[in-house]
T-cell receptor, first 112, second 115 residues
Framework: GEDVEQSLFLSVREGDSSVINCTYTDSSSTYLYWYKQEPGAGLQLLTYIFSNMDMKQDQRLTVLLNKKDKHLSLRIADTQTGDSAIYFCAESIGGATNKLIFGTGTLLAVQP | DGGITQSPKYLFRKEGQNVTLSCEQNLNHDAMYWYRQDPGQGLRLIYYSQIVNDFQKGDIAEGYSVSREKKESFPLTVTSAQKNPTAFYLC??????????????FGEGSRLTVL
């Protein structure tokens, strides 16, 4: 069945780069997403990548997609304390409905 | 400003009581969704609706019910049949056509605690 996996926790120092990894199972996914959740709040879309791309860059964010290995990563350059949050990877499972399958989320802790 | 409003933000209830969580959007989105979030388990889909007067079960619909009488509103009832209702509930909406990218817009969530 559909499954999206992420490591649960990542700790980095302020100014370093962070890399959050995700593996997914549905090879027919059209889009893959990264969402950010701050404490006690809803999720906000950070970025997404279309499945026929292998890289997307948006300011400090770089998304890499390896379709062969079904691996997605999010790199945050020059990580700041304000980047501390839970990051969710999600895949669209296609069809007529917009159903997203979310990963377990990775808690990013940025140390000053 | 356009957005999704969930209420209440915090809710406490005794076991055996039904509770209803409100979700209202003014984004003119056709589709609306309810997710449940538990620590270490990510988000799991409870119910979704692509159009008024129609809705579908998600992966964990047992013990929940919804209605979609208006485009703007998608309330979720947590019934006494839900065995472990304490969780953080998130409502979301999306467009379904015309520049569709699958992006979901989320509310701020409702935290339900059953005592």
């Amino acid at each position: 069945g559909e499954d999206v996996e992420q490591s649960l926790f990542l700790s980095v120092r302020e100014g370093d780069s962070s890399v959050i990894n995700c593996t997914y199972t549905d090879s027919s996914s059209t889009y893959l997403y990264w969402y950010k959740q701050e404490p006690g709040a809803g999720l906000q879309l950070l970025t997404y990548i279309f499945s026929n791309m292998d890289m997307k860059q948006d300011q400090r964010l770089t998304v890499l997609l390896n379709k062969k290995d079904k691996h997605l990563s999010l790199r945050i350059a020059d990580t700041q304390t304000g980047d501390s949050a839970i990051y969710f990877c999600a895949e669209s499972i296609g069809g007529a409905t917009n159903k997203l399958i979310f990963g377990t989320g990775t808690l990013l802790a940025v140390q000053p | 400003d356009g957005g999704i409003t969930q209420s209440p933000k915090y809710l406490f209830r005794k076991e055996g009581q039904n509770v209803t969580l409100s979700c209202e959007q003014n984004l003119n989105h056709d589709a609306m969704y309810w997710y449940r979030q538990d620590p270490g388990q990510g988000l799991r889909l409870i119910y979704y609706s692509q159009i008024v007067n129609d809705f579908q079960k998600g992966d964990i619909a047992e013990g929940y019910s919804v209605s979609r009488e208006k485009k703007e509103s998608f309330p979720l009832t947590v019934t006494s049949a839900q065995k472990n209702p304490t969780a953080f509930y998130l409502c979301a909406s999306s467009i379904t056509s015309g520049g569709y990218t699958g992006e979901l817009f989320f509310g701020e969530g409702s935290r339900l605690t059953v005592l």
